[in-house]
Nanobody, 125 residues
Framework: QVQLVESGGGLVQAGGSLRLSCAAT????????MGWFRQAPGKEREFVAA????????YYADSVKGRFRISRENTRNALYLQMDSLRPEDTANYYC??????????????????WGQGTQVTVSS
């Protein structure tokens, strides 16, 4: 069983920055990839970004491309999301997750198994 714990959320003004972290603990941790998703009230959980664990290939939703950057620190079993130029529409609960073994659709929430509890990001206008 893998436990994921997100941190780093908060309240920020539009145009500001936040850095989210995701710490993984539990059994031997070696996912093929990890991702960040977000969910605003009344909306579906949506893909934000993903990264392959060994090679560091990255994938982004069009809505965050050029503003957000996903990274990982393998030795610490840690995942990060640097968010710059934040907008009010980025307000949501942000979750990290590990990709199912063998899954290939990084953008689908159904491709992910273990999830964290989430960290709230609120961007004021």
């Amino acid at each position: 069983q893998v436990q994921l714990v997100e941190s780093g959320g908060g309240l920020v003004q539009a145009g500001g920055s936040l850095r989210l972290s995701c710490a993984a603990t539990g059994r031997t941790f070696s996912p093929y990839a990890m991702g960040w998703f977000r969910q605003a009230p009344g909306k579906e959980r949506e893909f934000v970004a993903a990264i392959t664990w060994r090679t560091g290939l990255t994938y982004y939703a069009d809505s965050v491309k050029g503003r957000f950057r996903i990274s990982r620190e393998n030795t610490r079993n840690a995942l990060y999301l640097q968010m710059d130029s934040l907008r009010p529409e980025d307000t949501a609960n942000y979750y990290c997750a590990t990709l199912y073994s063998g899954a290939s659709d990084y953008r689908s929430k159904w491709s992910y198994s273990d999830w964290g509890q989430g960290t709230q990001v609120t961007v004021s206008s």
